[in-house]
């Protein structure tokens, strides 16, 4: 969610003490809040009151992306050195 909330220009509070994607914290997209119920406000209040001029990471908008999922999940792509080892019991 805070990976997707950065790249649609949603605000976003973490109700954690660590996020799993800490550039959406460092561009001002998501704030940490821990599980304190007047830090959580806190935090609602500040990001509801804040700009959305953040740039999301660039590896969360690369191109073609939903493209390269569906391959993976489809089957369709070339596997990699190490896979073909370990499908073929043999080194390459």
């Known amino acids: 969610m805070q990976e997707e909330a950065c790249i649609f220009k949603g605000p976003n509070v973490t109700l954690q003490e660590v996020a799993e994607r800490p550039e959406t914290v460092e561009r001002g997209s998501n704030m940490l809040a821990g599980s304190d119920p007047s830090a959580i406000l806190a935090a609602v209040s500040l990001v509801t009151r804040l700009g959305r001029d953040w740039m999301p990471p660039r590896d969360c908008v690369q191109p073609a992306v939903a493209k390269g999922v569906v391959r993976i999940v489809t089957g369709h792509r070339v596997p990699d ?6 499908r ?3 080194r390459l």
């Open 81 to 86: 050195l190490a896979e073909l080892e370990w």
């Open 88 to 90: 073929t019991g043999s």
